[in-house]
């Protein structure tokens, strides 16, 4: 199992970045996926989820600028990030689930400047 995820950077406060999370190994349409974040001396976060039927959870801290959204035919799963802030900054990873198994990608660092 693979989760390849992309797109991170380096963007000024108010900008915006798409990540992309590229699946495989698993039959991606099953599974619920997920972004996570993590910031130093923080734990990880959820930031939004979709699941296998579509429905979405983003969390209040990123509601009104994040979207997240997934492409089954291409096995991946991306999340918009618009009007970005500095506390935005961590590295964001992707998250797949389905029963008992739980996935995890490699992680890409996003950092917005001030």
């Known amino acids: 199992v693979q989760l390849q995820a992309s797109g991170g950077g380096l963007v000024q406060s108010g900008g915006s970045l798409r990540l992309s999370c590229a699946a495989s190994g698993i039959t991606f349409s099953m599974y619920d996926m997920g972004w996570f974040r993590q910031s130093p001396g923080k734990q990880r976060e959820l930031v939004a989820v979709i699941t296998s039927g579509g429905s979405t959870n983003i969390a209040d801290s990123v509601k009104g600028r994040f979207t997240i959204s997934r492409d089954n035919a291409k096995n991946t799963v991306y999340l918009q990030m618009n009007s970005l802030k500095p506390e935005d900054t961590a590295v964001y990873y992707c998250?797949?689930?389905?029963?008992?198994?739980?996935?995890w990608g490699q992680g890409t660092l996003v950092t917005v400047s001030s």
């Open positions: 998250n797949a689930q389905v029963f008992r198994f739980n996935y």
